[in-house]
Structure formats: structure tokens, C-alpha cells
């Protein structure tokens, strides 16, 4: 439906363009838009490749592994369904750290992993999600951001006179979002009576 939208806008502004006689406008915005697209994906791989990067050499180090045995109390509270030892929780971590540092891109890969490992202890049927797919689901939308770099990046490309303005805010709405996430899904284990 969306597609459609977009598809829409996009011809009746063509079509008033030509009615107006200025279609070269739309070629001109097309054009510079493109051109700014590149350029802004450009610099976003750089930031999101040092940041993964970092996520690399943290693995690597054993702090993975570290996070994972601090936050097994929160972990076995949200997920206890899930083996404390299982690869799903590995994945699940390294899904939550690179939302935390505000790197959606590169939370995406662990996402996937995360979800087909929660797939393999599914014991119902397969096209239905478990009750840990669902928190996952949950925390990964909602997951509270610390350091929002991407989006302190893009403010420093487009020259913010204080790119990090945003990150109390930031932090303050994403915890609430995650606060609000949590509590859902609790009430709804509850309701549908789904623990596991």
C-alpha cells in the first residue's frame, strides 16, 4: 500500500511539474537527491564500519561474553525459555549492545541470527513465534539507545552546531519505549498464559 503512496506522489508532482512547464525541476531534484543519497550512505558505512568494528574487537576480548554473565539475571527474567548457554542469548546480547550504541544497520545480522536460534527451540508449530521471538521482537523495535551514532553522525555530516544535543532526549524516549515494551509483553504472557 505504501508502494502505491509513494508511486502516486510521485507522478501527480511529475504531472504538475509539466503542467507548470517545468519539468527539468523534477530532473534537477531527482538528480541532487540522488546525489545526496550516496553521499550520506558513504559516510554512514564509514561510521557503521568502525562501529561494528569495535563490536568485532569486544567479541574477540571476551566482552561479549562478560555482558552475557552480567546481565543473566535480566536475560533468564526476560527470556526464561531460553537456555542461559544457548547461541539464541549470545545473539540476543550482541543484538541489544549495537542498538544501544544506536547502530540499527549492524543490530540487523545478530537480529536474524538471534531469531533463527529462537526458531531451533521451538517445540509448537514453526510458523507460529515463541513467547522469547516475541520479547525479542519487542526489545530489538523499542531497545533503549545510549549513544545514538548514526543519527549524531548524520547531524555532524549536514554540520550541527551540537550534533549531540539529542542524546538526552534520545535516552530518555528510548527507555521509555523499552519500559513500555517490557511491560506489554509481561502483561500479555500473563493474559495469554504463555511463560515460557
Known sequence: MVNYVWLGMIVFGILVAGANGQVEV???AALEGADKAVKTS???IAIITFW???MKLAEAAGLVRAL???VRPVTRFLFPGVPPNHPAMGAIIMNLSANILGLGN???PMGLIAMQELQKLNRGDPRTATSAMCTFLALNT???TLIPTTIIGIRVMYGS???????G???FATACGMTVAVIVDRMLRIFYGRQG
Do not use: K
Not at 161 to 167: C, E, G, H, L, S
Open 169 to 171: 532526549t534520545t535516552i
Open 142 to 144: 523499542s531497545c533503549i
Open 52 to 54: 561494528l568494528g569495535i
Open 26 to 28: 523534477v530532473t534537477r
Open 106 to 108: 549492524a543490530a540487523t
Open 42 to 44: 558513504l559516510n554512514l
Open 161 to 167: 552546531t551540537d550534533p549531540t544535543a539529542i542524546v
Open 68 to 70: 552475557a554473565r552480567l
